[in-house]
């Protein structure tokens, strides 16, 4: 991938402004970093259903349609 890195404290210091949960923070981390529903499934022991429950909830909190949309915040916040 030739993409910018996300380090997790740029993640956390733009996702918090979006009142996601500790569960949500942390499965946005996975999904920006480059991890499939499948894969981070799997890594939390929890079913690819619910990853796609909690992704319906991430995206509307961020107000964006879908991944491409969430990992764009990430990629083209400007530096404070």
């Known amino acids: 991938m030739n993409e910018p890195r996300i380090t ?11 009142g996601l949960t500790v569960r949500e923070l942390e499965l946005g981390y996975l999904k920006v970093s480059g991890f499939s529903n499948r894969r981070i499934a799997y890594m939390l022991g929890i079913s690819e259903q ?11 909190k961020a107000w964006v349609p879908g991944r491409k949309e969430f990992k764009a915040l990430f990629t083209e916040a400007p530096e404070e």
């Open 8 to 18: 997790k404290a740029g993640y956390l210091q733009v996702a918090r402004k979006f």
């Open 50 to 60: 619910t990853v796609k429950n909690h992704f319906t909830h991430i995206y509307e």
